[in-house]
């Protein structure tokens, strides 16, 4: 799989985003090699805290296949999923993510996965991959935070 060719997808969607004043993440679901749905951050307008890309791509992929597993499929988002994600990620038996920027300096994700997975006794684990244009989906959030509090 090309996953800058993916990321580039998510980076659109997340423009999209902050074009409705949303906090700028995109993401996009392929199931066996197919885009299935593509969602970006709804939070702000909907007045809706689970309005995250990740969740909004995952509800409309679930309806789109009737189902709530998400066998063989690969997630894609412009930054590394926050706990709730996660968990919704685990729960739609997601097999792969592929995210962009870190949520900190750390690049710690890996163990702070690890840490709510043993914590909470998570029965699936999927396979993370992080940094992939890294640079250009930071900018994206940071420029947007940078601007909201000037």
């Given at each position: ?10 980076i659109s969607l997340a423009k999209m985003s902050k074009e409705y004043g949303e ?37 409309d992929a679930c309806k789109k296949i009737n189902n709530y597993r998400i066998n063989n499929s690969v997630l894609y988002v412009s930054l590394e ?70």
């Open positions: 799989m090309n996953h800058e060719f993916y990321m580039k997808e998510c906090v700028p993440v995109g993401a996009m679901l392929l199931k066996n090699n197919k885009i299935i749905s593509k969602a970006h951050n709804t939070s702000i307008s909907l007045s809706d805290p689970t309005g995250h890309a990740e969740i909004n791509v995952i509800r999923p926050c706990l709730m994600c996660i968990s919704a990620i685990c729960e739609a038996r997601i097999e792969n993510v592929i995210f962009g920027a870190y949520a900190d300096y750390d690049k710690n994700f890996q163990s702070k996965f690890n840490y709510v997975k043993n914590r909470f006794k998570l029965n699936h684990t999927p396979k993370f991959i992080g940094g992939i244009l890294e640079e250009e989906c930071s900018l994206l959030i940071k420029n947007f935070f940078k601007v909201k509090r000037s």
